[in-house]
């Protein structure tokens, strides 16, 4: 007993000489503590004792703490000062904060132009979830000052709009592309072009999987084309908001490889054209995603609202039509959308479930009484993403060695 360390030494503000880093970093932790707890006078004490620090990240972090400490004792004048101290020091983790506090600063007392300026360079440095509050917030400042144009771009970025020529725009000009050209060409080239790209299943049974993909490039009229251009055009625009661009990208080609892999299992004759497979996996993209993640996005509310009853509808429909709708294909990719939609959720518009996950009372240092930025943005680990496409692909693989079996025994 006689062998066991001596207790801490309590910290003391007062105390003066230089500062090793474990000391400097306790007070600092001291300080946020005595913040928490609404000891605000104490806490200024600590926080004030490490400034000077000769590593610029724990002396912004100290001038951090003590302007909200000066903020929370209604010293407003003194809390702008230390922030703007902060933004004298080289960048640090505590520069973005600094920049939201003063822009907020701004704010109260109605310069709102450099409000704007503030919050531009905190957009600059926000991680990820962040990014949509800032826009919201520069979107109404923009208002505000008259700049019309510029508030709607803000509003379109916080609600996850993206850019006005998405990626699904680009996928349905490309494939009414291809497919017109299929309708119009001489006939020579239209049928090459059809055996090129088409689902030949005794050909993909040989090894061409590529036609997995190409079945989306064509279509067997306009008719055809218009009705899958159109749903791709209403799910494909939710699922690249509620997702961006790379993981729809992603999705649709794993719902396009897993429907056209139920065809080639499961759906009658030889060949088989269309977008469906993949459109109906974005169908189960939305509907997972809504039902589990309840996504906060009221302009798609309506339309994915709908959604069941319209898969049900197509569903109904492709038994009714005695094998000239290829259903194996709608399920395969519905259940590959349904999938990666429960597994995967939206990471571009808040969610109803992050939002129940937050505590209510959680706070960012050195925001003066906002609760943590961001809420009901969620941050989705690379891996999940990873290990829900694998498992699509895992069974993609599995109906290819299947489908391969029963074609050539």
């Not at 207790?7 to 230089?18: E, K, N, V, Y």
């Not at 240092?365 to 699509?392: H, N, Q, S």
Request: charged letters at 15%.
């Amino acid at each position: 007993m006689d062998d066991a360390p001596p207790p801490p030494a309590p910290l003391d503000p007062s105390a003066t000489g230089r500062l090793t880093r474990d000391a400097a970093l306790a007070m600092l932790q001291r300080g946020s503590e005595l913040l928490a707890s609404g000891d605000f006078a104490d806490a200024r004490l600590h926080f004030y004792r490490v400034i000077g620090f000769d590593d610029p990240v724990i002396t912004a972090a100290a001038l951090l703490g003590l302007g909200e400490a000066h903020y929370r004792l209604d010293d407003e004048a003194q809390a702008v000062s230390s922030w703007n101290a902060v933004l004298e020091l080289p960048e640090t983790p505590s520069t973005y904060a600094a920049w939201r506090n003063i822009a907020a600063a701004r704010v109260r007392e109605g310069d709102l132009n450099g409000a704007i300026t503030a919050y531009r360079e905190a957009d600059r440095r926000a991680p990820s979830e962040d990014k949509a509050e800032i826009a919201g917030r520069l979107g109404w400042l923009n208002k505000e000052t008259g700049n019309t144009r510029a508030s709607q771009r803000y509003f379109a970025r916080s609600r996850g709009d993206g850019p006005r020529f998405t990626l699904t725009l680009l996928i349905i000009a490309v494939t009414s592309i291809v497919s017109l050209t299929a309708f119009f060409t001489e006939p020579a080239t239209s049928q090459a072009i059809y055996e090129l790209l088409q689902l030949d299943k005794n050909a993909v049974a040989h090894g061409e999987y590529w036609r997995l993909w190409s079945i989306t490039l064509l279509h067997l009229d306009f008719l055809h084309l218009g009705f899958n251009m159109y749903a791709l055009y209403l799910a494909g625009t939710i699922v690249e908001r509620w997702y961006g661009s790379l993981r729809f990208l992603a999705f649709y080609l794993a719902c396009a490889a897993a429907g056209s892999t139920a065809s080639f299992v499961f759906g009658e004759g030889n060949l088989a054209i269309g977008a469906s497979g993949a459109v109906f996996g974005l169908f189960g993209v939305l509907l997972a995603a809504g039902r589990l993640h309840h996504p906060v996005d009221r302009q798609s509310r309506g339309i994915v609202s709908q959604l069941m009853f319209l898969v049900i509808v197509n569903i109904v429909l492709g038994f009714a039509s005695g094998g000239s709708i290829d259903n194996a294909a709608h399920l395969g990719g519905l259940a590959a959308g349904l999938w990666l939609g429960a597994l995967v959720p939206p990471t571009r518009v808040p969610t109803m479930s992050a939002m129940w996950q937050r505590p209510a009372d959680s706070r960012v240092p050195g925001r003066p009484g906002a609760a943590r930025v961001g809420a009901g943005i969620t941050t989705v680990p690379g891996y999940v993403l990873l290990l829900a496409l694998a498992m699509v692909a895992v069974v993609v693989v599995a109906g290819i060695a299947v489908g391969t079996s029963q074609r050539l025994g």
